[in-house]
């Protein structure tokens, strides 16, 4: 087990085209974390997974944007209809039962929208 | 609602000098305050907890309630300690709040 790992690394879509991102988190953490981060700015909330239930979702996600993890294992993101400020990095993280803050991150999805 | 507030975006120091990282945070419940780094083409890691008060590669951070900081600081700077840091709040919930973020340059 190498750490969190996210794919895919880099994309590049048309504004309105749906996109999937995929996190695997390391293997014993029951927790799992999606950010979003644009340049110049530091990581935002968008939402957290308890195994396979999802338990906190930001108010600034929309409609747009949905999260799964349905085995309580690999989680996915899905972005409907994406809009050029969806641009940015995405980020995973996973954590033990411990402490929230104890958070391990994913190298990140860069998404581009043209 | 919560708030972290990095005020420095880009901070430079000599090799040997002391350093501080500014960190200001607002949070009506009780916080639990994170330092994560960033080194170049890596990804982003846990630095420090205030929970623990640790030394980690000789930082440390104290939070102060009354001045609602959490302040980074390490007495002899070196180079290896260039990257990007982050200041981050946490709620027992599992909703977090980063900071922009400070980019730290130790010059030789």
């Known amino acids: 087990d190498t750490g969190v790992s996210q794919d895919p690394r880099h994309k590049i879509t048309k504004r309105g085209q749906n996109v999937t991102f995929r996190c695997d988190p390391i293997s014993e953490h029951n927790r799992l974390y999606w950010y979003r981060q644009t340049l110049g700015q530091g990581p935002e909330f968008l939402t957290y997974f308890q195994n396979e239930a999802q338990l906190e979702k930001s108010r600034l996600l929309s409609d747009r944007f949905s999260a799964e993890r349905p085995k309580g294992s690999f989680s996915t993101l899905e972005i409907q209809r994406t809009e050029q400020g969806d641009s940015a990095m995405y980020l995973c993280a996973s954590s033990p039962q411990t402490r929230h803050g104890e958070q391990f991150f994913g190298p990140g999805t860069r998404l581009t929208v043209l | 609602a919560q708030r972290v507030t990095q005020p420095e975006k880009l901070l430079s120091v000599f090799k040997g000098a002391p350093v501080e990282l500014k960190c200001n945070y607002s949070y009506s419940g009780s916080p639990e305050l994170f330092w994560y780094v960033q080194y170049s083409r890596q990804r982003l890691q846990l630095l420090l907890r205030?929970?623990s008060r640790e030394s980690i590669k000789g930082f440390t951070a104290d939070l102060n309630k009354g001045e609602t900081s959490f302040h980074l600081k390490k007495p002899f700077a070196q180079e290896e300690d260039s990257a990007m840091y982050y200041c981050a709040l946490f709620t027992n919930a599992g909703k977090s709040t980063f900071g922009d973020g400070t980019t730290l340059t130790v010059k030789p």
């Open positions: 205030h929970i």
